[in-house]
C-alpha cells in the first residue's frame, strides 16, 4: 500500500491529475500539470507537496487515481484538468462524481461564471467538485477546465487593470473548506489570490 507524503500535519499534500488521451501516450506535452505547479508556487505562501499523475480518458483510470490520491496519499486536494467536456471520451465528471460522497455544485458555477466573460462556448463545460469521505480523511476534489489560461482564470478570478477584483476566483473559497474538513491551514500570497475566511476563523500571524 503507498504511504502518504506528507511531511508534516500543516503541509498541504495538492494531488494534480491531469487526464488526456493524446499526452498520456506522449502525442504532445502535457500543459496542465506545469500550469498548475506554476500556480501553486505562485499562489500559496504556505507549505505544500503536490503528487501528480498524467492519465489517459479513461473512467476506471481516472476514479483508480483519484481514490489514491486520497485514500492512500492523503491529499487535502485533488484538481484535474481535461476531460470536461461533450465529447463521447470526456467522463472526468463522471468518475469524479462516482467516487465523491458530497457534490460541492458551487465551485463548478463559478467557474462556467467566469469562463463565459470570455467564450460563449463556456456553456459546453461540465466541471464539478466533490468531497471525498472516508473514516479517516477527507479531500475535495475539483474538475478544473483543461488550456493554462483558463486554469489561472477560474482559480483566480477576474480583475481590472488596477489589479482590483471583479469577480472571485474559486479558489478563494478553498482554504476554509479545507478548513472545515480538518485539513491545513492554508495560506496564500493575497497578490495572486486573496483566500476568505469568516473573522472567527482567521488565525494570528
Known sequence: MTK???????????????????????????QGIPALRDWFT????????METRLIPDDRSAIE??????????????????????PARR????EATRAVGTKEMPGFGEQMRQISLKFVPTAILSRQIAVIRETPEHAALIMNLPGQPK????????????????????????????????????????????KAFRPKSAIRPK
Open 42 to 49: 505562485a499562489a500559496l505562501i504556505s507549505p505544500w507537496h
Open 90 to 93: 470526456d467522463v472526468t465528471p
Open 150 to 193: 483558463s486554469i489561472k482564470e477560474t482559480l483566480e478570478g477576474l480583475k481590472d487593470a488596477d489589479g482590483n477584483q471583479i469577480m472571485a476566483g474559486i479558489f478563494a473559497a478553498v482554504p476554509y473548506c479545507i478548513d472545515l474538513m480538518g485539513g491545513p491551514y492554508i495560506e496564500t500570497d493575497d497578490a495572486v489570490c
Open 4 to 30: 502518504p507524503k506528507k511531511n508534516n500535519p500543516d503541509e498541504l499534500l495538492v494531488g494534480l491529475v491531469s487526464i488526456s488521451d493524446r499526452a498520456s501516450s506522449g502525442v504532445y506535452q502535457d
Open 64 to 85: 483508480q487515481a483519484l481514490i489514491e490520491l486520497v485514500d492512500q496519499l492523503h491529499c487535502d486536494l485533488v484538481l484535474t484538468t481535461g476531460g470536461t467536456g
